[in-house]
Structure formats: structure tokens, C-alpha cells
């Protein structure tokens, strides 16, 4: 009777996990399974040898890209690729909405000089009954009252200003932002109270105005607009001004009438990116007939 195999193979005892050993390597090499010689660092994907055992204390897992850089091959900050870059910090973003406002107010003291510079006889000038106000809100309290400089540009406009189809001038320059926070948006007004007459001229020269100031041109005409409710008549334009490099597209509106003029601009930093065709003139023609209903009061 012959003897059953043993149960050993011939490298020795079985493997206790079912799985059959590697045979070893020629000459005495260790066996080829895959892995680095015994006692030596395993490569790594990337060609970087890494000894067995865990990283030293404040180094990334083998493999891994340095800490703080994104995974190999994505893209930076964690953004998709195609994805927009985030908003800009407040800092920026501030600066940004502060340069805004300091060109649109130039331009809006250019359009008022033109206020009363326009030609007509010395009669017919009516009874001076309105003043204008800077109230705490504005447009049922959106905008809250930041700035006063009727005493400094306020006065470079009367100064400037002609007296040609004015007279008893007095000049009112303010500046309101949303929630008390400029870089949320700013609703601009520059405008003079006293006793006007030719308030048609007025407007024409309020926009003709806007649009010659330095580094400022008219991208859409002016238009009026008689809205229902209105005893006087709104004109809005759109312009396109030059700021550092960049283009802000934004309406200017203006109304006149026997006692008071102005011109009205709300801007922020997402409104002045706005294509001009874009623009909604009948919208900035009513915010402004809301401004003047809420600064016009009696004397």
C-alpha cells in the first residue's frame, strides 16, 4: 500500500491563509511577488521611495502631495474646473465700490452745473415753495443717509453754476448706501434748489452734461418718461464711464421743475458691469420720481 502525499509542500508546512507561496527567485533572490526586497522602501506611485512604517509627525502620507496644494490633478482652491472664481474679500470689493462712487458723484456734479447754465430772458420765474431735503432713509428706507457734501462740492456747484434760468440757489449733495453698508450698493444725488424756470432745458443740460464729463460718454439717448402719478417729467440716459481700467455702465436720471432739480444714480458692484442695452431706464426713471417725492418738501 502505498503512502498518501504529504501534506507539506516541498518549501515546507502549508499556508495557514490558503494561499500558495511564491516560489523563490532564482539564485537565491527573494520571491517575486511584486513587492520591494526584503528590508528595502516600497516605490511609490510617483517614483518617491517610502520606508515601511508610518510618515515622521507633521509630513502628509506617502504618496500625497505636500499639505496646503490641491490633489494631484485638480485644480487650485478646491474649485471644479470651469467653475468661477469666488467673489473678491471685502477689502477689494470696498475699494472697488468706493472708486465707483467717487466717479459717478464727479459726473454728477458736472451734470448739475449744467443745471442753470442754460440761456433765457430774466422773466418768469416762479415763486420759490420747495427745498430739497437729505432725509435719514430713502426709497421706503433701502438706502440709509452716509454723506452731507452740500457744504463742499454743494458749494463748487453754486460757484460754478450760471444764473442765466436760476436764481437763490442753494445746492444739496448726498449719498446713501444699502443697509448703511457701502459695499452693498449707493444710491447717489446731486442737485440744487431755488427758483428754475425752462425746466425742459434744465433736463437736457442735467444730461447733456453727464455724458460730456471727463471719461464719460453716452452708450443709449436720453428719454422721458410721464409716469402715472407724476406732475413733472423724468429723462434718463445711459452712460458708460471709464475708471481705472475699467467700464461702469449705469442710468442717470433727472427731473426739474419750477423749484428743484437734481440728477439720481444708484450703483453698486454688480450694476455697473451691466451691458448698457441691458439697462432698465424705465425702472431708474421711477426709483428717481421716489427720491424726489421723498427729498422735495415745502419751505
Known sequence: MSTPPSPQGPYGPPNPYGQQPAAPGPYGQPPAYGGAPYGQPQQTPYGAQAPYGPPPQGQPPYGQPPYGQPPYGQPPYGQP???????????????????????????????????????????????????????????????????????????????????WNARDLKATVGRYDVGGGQTKGSLIISGMYGRFK?????????????????????????????LPGADTTITCEVVVQEQLGNKLTYPICAWADGNTGASVAE?????????????????????????REEMRQPI
Do not use: C, H, N
Open 81 to 163: 474646473w470651469g467653475a468661477p472664481l469666488p467673489p473678491p474679500p471685502p477689502k477689494r470689493r470696498l475699494g472697488l465700490v468706493l472708486g465707483i462712487v467717487g466717479s459717478v458723484l464727479v459726473l454728477l456734479v458736472v451734470a448739475v452745473v449744467s443745471l442753470a447754465v442754460i440761456g433765457g430772458s430774466d422773466k418768469g420765474f416762479p415763486e420759490a415753495r420747495y427745498k430739497l431735503t437729505l432725509p435719514k432713509t430713502l426709497l421706503d428706507g433701502k438706502y440709509r443717509f452716509a454723506q452731507d457734501m452740500s457744504g463742499t462740492l454743494g458749494k463748487q456747484i453754486e460757484a460754478e453754476s450760471g444764473a
Open 198 to 226: 425752462d425746466t425742459a432745458a434744465s433736463r437736457e443740460g442735467m444730461m447733456k452734461g453727464a455724458g460730456e464729463a471727463e471719461s464719460a460718454s453716452v452708450a443709449v439717448a436720453p428719454k422721458d418718461y410721464d
Open 267 to 291: 450703483v453698486s458692484a454688480q450694476t455697473v458691469t451691466q451691458k448698457a442695452e441691458d439697462v432698465d431706464m424705465e425702472a431708474a426713471a421711477r426709483t428717481t420720481l421716489k427720491v
